[in-house]
T-cell receptor
Framework: GAGVSQSPSNKVTEKGKDVELRCDPI?????LYWYRQSLGQGLEFLIY????????KSGLPSDRFSAERTGGSVSTLTIQRTQQEDSAVYLC????????????FGSGTQLSVL | DAKTTQPTSMDCAEGRAANLPCNHS???????VYWYRQIHSQGPQYIIH???NNETNEMASLIITEDRKSSTLILPHATLRDTAVYYC??????FGAGTRLTVKP
């Protein structure tokens, strides 16, 4: 694939349900980021994966949020017991890592919690 | 929190140069400055980055002050399609609110 792929592009869920958002980074990219963007706001950093290192989870807003990256490639962001304030666009980005850290973004997942 | 600060909004006349400032006074010696822009709700698009020297590519120019505490992104001939939110970040990859640039006819 040519770019970062995110799925689904749109997700509507009911309050209290769990959701999983998927990110397929560009092949060979070692670093992967998740961001959240609420309507009219800037990008809020959530979590960062770099190779086999422990992820930087400092941006996760609560323990309802978690993410994993399997095999150094695909990443899944999980939100448990969703709340209405979780409604936002969730963006994933990858970079080649190390010396080249230009971020390549996916198109995002629009999450709506009713 | 982001290590960069930018004005909330700016206007520019079509065909004129747009100069977007960014302050990064706590930048470390080995940190780069990156600029991105976001049109509507699309994912941000990379524009340019630099360390110490001024940089130019087909999209823009980046001017970094000698003390590296601030920089300016220059769009030499702004068009209506350059209307977007512009973000300046450093290597920590934390985004602030950015600058909303509106190019007017």
């Amino acid at each position: 694939g040519a770019g970062v792929s995110q799925s689904p592009s749109n997700k509507v869920t009911e309050k209290g349900k769990d959701v999983e958002l998927r990110c397929d980074p560009i092949s060979g990219h070692t670093a992967l980021y998740w961001y959240r963007q609420s309507l009219g706001q800037g990008l809020e950093f959530l979590i960062y994966f770099q190779g086999n290192s422990a992820p930087d989870k400092s941006g996760l807003p609560s323990d309802r949020f978690s993410a994993e990256r399997t095999g150094g490639s695909v990443s899944t962001l999980t939100i448990q017991r969703t709340q209405q304030e979780d409604s936002a666009v969730y963006l994933c980005a990858s970079t080649p890592g190390y010396l080249d850290e230009k971020l390549f973004f996916g198109s995002g997942t629009q999450l709506s919690v009713l | 929190d982001a290590k960069t600060t930018q004005p909330t909004s700016m206007d520019c006349a079509e065909g004129r140069a747009a100069n977007l400032p960014c302050n990064h006074s706590t930048i470390s010696g080995n940190e780069y400055v990156y600029w991105y822009r976001q049109i509507h709700s699309q994912g941000p698009q990379y524009i340019i980055h630099g360390l110490k020297n001024n940089e130019t590519n087909e999209m823009a120019s980046l001017i970094i002050t000698e003390d590296r505490k601030s920089s300016t992104l220059i769009l030499p001939h702004a068009t209506l399609r350059d209307t977007a939110v512009y973000y300046c970040i450093v290597n920590d990859m934390r985004f602030g609110a950015g600058t909303r640039l509106t190019v007017k006819p």
